[in-house]
């Protein structure tokens, strides 16, 4: 059974904090990718990654980075958390390829909130 | 620009009758679809994909419909029951290794017992 964990379910930050919000899956994808959800704007594609130590800037980049040190893990960075970066974090994984493979599977989420 | 398009923010059925929900997209690249269902505080699970070469797809209670010319699938839920009530969000992507998908802002759906 395919499964993406994330390291939190909630979290509670202060502005100007440096956070970090995990994922891993385990079924040996090679494509990662960190999404927001926000009210009346759907899921917004932050960052994603084809391979390992490789990414690529999604829709809204600004003020988040991402790291990937192992083909199971991707990382999201809030450098500076900021009121605006409250949100429901999504990461997603999916195989490398063609048709069935654009399917991506998700983890439960982290909703962050920073005060 | 928003290329895929759910313009109706949300929709209340009535238990036992059809539930039918809309996507319009604009980039003629794309060729693959995918309908997610998100419960609040979860994550979206994967509902049901059509690729472009097909014109619908069904599994079990749920029908995609694609109509290629009109930019427009749609998703059917027959019989709709109170367990479907959730966001439902459409998603798209071209053909190729690249497998980002462009996902529209979501509908939720109410069923009402």
């Known amino acids: 059974d395919v499964k993406v964990t994330q390291s939190s379910r909630y979290l509670v930050k202060r502005t100007g904090e440096k956070v970090f919000l995990e994922c891993v899956q385990d079924m040996d994808h090679e494509n990662m990718f960190w999404y927001r959800q926000d009210p009346g704007l759907g899921l917004r594609l932050i960052y994603f990654?084809?391979?390992?130590?490789?990414?690529e800037k999604g829709d809204i980049p600004e003020g988040y980075s991402v790291s990937r040190e192992k083909k199971e893990r991707f990382s999201l960075i809030l450098e500076s958390a900021s009121t605006n970066q409250t949100s429901m974090y999504l990461c997603a994984s999916s195989l490398f390829g063609q048709g069935r493979g654009n399917e991506q599977f998700f983890g439960p989420g982290t909703r962050l909130t920073v005060l | 620009d928003q290329q895929v398009k759910q313009n109706s923010p949300s929709l209340s059925v009535q238990e036992g009758r059809i539930s039918i929900l809309n996507c319009d997209y604009t980039?003629?690249?794309?060729?693959?679809f995918l309908w997610y269902k998100k419960y609040p505080a979860e994550g979206p699970t994967f509902l049901i994909s059509?690729?472009?070469?097909?014109d619908k797809n069904e599994d079990g209670r749920f029908t995609v419909f694609l109509n290629k010319s009109a930019k427009h699938l749609s998703l059917h839920i027959v019989p709709s029951q109170p367990g479907d009530s959730a966001v439902y969000f459409c998603a798209a992507s071209p053909t190729g290794a690249n497998s980002k998908l462009t996902f529209g802002k979501g509908i939720t759906l109410s069923v009402r017992p």
């Open positions: 980039n003629s690249m794309f060729d693959y």
């Open positions: 990654s084809y391979d390992v130590k490789m990414k």
């Open positions: 059509i690729s472009s070469i097909k």
